[in-house]
T-cell receptor, first 111, second 116 residues
Framework: QKEVEQNSGPLSVPEGAIASLNCTYS??????FFWYRQYSGKSPELIMF????GDKEDGRFTAQLNKASQYVSLLIRDSQPSDSATYLC???????????FGRGTSLIVHP | DAGVIQSPRHEVTEMGQEVTLRCKPI?????LFWYRQTMMRGLELLIY????????DSGMPEDRFSAKMPNASFSTLKIQPSEPRDSAVYFC??????????????FGEGSRLTVL
């Protein structure tokens, strides 16, 4: 079973702080890693993808990948109440086109 | 583009009834996915199609579930007979061939199914 694990939260941070969301995966052959955001009652939408070790930055979002530790994270700088949502980590195993999703971490950014 | 279109958005039915969920993928996308989302199990892949052909249906829970894609612009997910444990949000998603690199799936708004 190829698993993707996330802490369900909720993770509560004050407005303006850095939110750190973490994800671990079991398949060492995994090639690509994704972060989706899902607002309550809405569908998931892709916000970041990464496939090389290190950091990838896009605006206030930074994805971090450490394949040796089988660990991927998402940092949100200057968190805003509008960032309050569930963040789903998805991992595409080696040899497969299909990503496996974690159960998501609920983030609450309070004013 | 209108995005992935799903219908109905909400369905309330009684146990034993047949349920049909519909999906229109984004034009030009050659991959189509059906997912089910619950609090307990998260987002689970049920089945996916490539160029209208079912590729992997190992996530379909049992024979009560079936999916078809008669053409590139339409797919259905059918549950017959429905049971209360089928209550969930069912998402359809599509992806272009280039999604093989970015992994981006484009999700519809979902169909919330409640089986009484």
């Amino acid at each position: 079973q190829k698993e993707v694990e996330q802490n369900s939260g909720p993770l509560s941070v004050p407005e303006g702080a850095i939110a750190s969301l973490n994800c671990t995966y079991s398949d060492r052959g995994s090639q690509s890693f994704f972060w989706y955001r899902q607002y309550s009652g809405k569908s998931p939408e892709l916000i970041m993808f990464i496939y090389s070790n290190g950091d990838k930055e896009d605006g206030r979002f930074t994805a971090q990948l450490n394949k040796a530790s089988q660990y991927v994270s998402l940092l949100i700088r200057d968190s805003q109440p509008s960032d309050s949502a569930t963040y789903l980590c998805a991992v595409r195993p080696g040899g497969s086109y299909i990503p496996t999703f974690g159960r998501g971490t609920s983030l609450i950014v309070h004013p | 583009d209108a995005g992935v279109i799903q219908s109905p958005r909400h369905e309330v039915t009684e146990m034993g009834q047949e349920v049909t969920l519909r999906c229109k993928p984004i034009s030009g996308h050659d991959y189509l996915f059906w997912y089910r989302q619950t609090m307990m199990r998260g987002l689970e892949l049920l089945i996916y199609f490539n160029n209208n052909v079912p590729i992997d249906d190992s996530g379909m829970p049992e024979d009560r579930f079936s999916a078809k894609m008669p053409n590139a612009s339409f797919s259905t997910l059918k549950i017959q007979p429905s049971e209360p444990r089928d209550s969930a949000v069912y998402f359809c998603a599509s992806s272009p061939r280039g999604g093989a690199v970015t992994g981006e799936l484009f999700f519809g708004e979902g169909s919330r199914l409640t089986v009484l």
